[in-house]
Each structure stands twice: as C-alpha cells, then as structure tokens.
C-alpha cells in the first residue's frame, strides 16, 4: 500500500459529483469532466485532479501530514 492509497480515495468524477460537490480540482481548479478519474483528499476534505494528487503525495509523509510544501508569497 503506497501514501496515496491510504491518503485519498480515488473515484470516477460522475455528474453527483460534479453537480453537488465540486466540477473543478480544488488545487489548480483544472475542469473535470464527467468518467475522469479523481481523487478525495481525505486529510482536507477535498477533490483533486490526478497532477495534483502525485505532487502532494511527494510532500507527504507516510500519515498523509504535509511535510513540505513549494514555496509561496510569504
């Protein structure tokens, strides 16, 4: 079991989602289409697209806590 096994659910983006929730990826808001594949960040409560899941499983640890982030205004 890899970090982004246990730390998101990965879900096929369907139109409950989409319309209820959220049509766009919470980190770089990238439209997302009905049938792609999507990932629930369960540490944030959040949808991600698949680029930004694998880069936030790379500034993970292995309990699904940020250990590092890019650099940002502040």
């Given amino acids: 079991m890899t970090k982004g ?3 998101f659910v ?3 983006a369907n139109e409950g989602i989409l319309m209820r ?3 766009v990826c919470s980190e770089c808001y990238t439209f997302l289409p009905n ?5 629930y960040d369960m540490q944030t409560c959040r949808y991600l697209c698949q680029k930004c899941k ?3 499983v790379d500034s993970m640890d292995e309990n699904c806590n940020i250990v ?3 650099g940002g205004l502040f």
Avoid: M
């Fill in 10 to 12: 990965e879900q096929e």
């Fill in 5 to 7: 096994d246990r730390c």
């Fill in 35 to 39: 049938g792609d594949t999507i990932y």
């Fill in 68 to 70: 590092h982030k890019k």
């Fill in 21 to 23: 929730v959220t049509n």
């Fill in 54 to 56: 694998d880069e936030l």
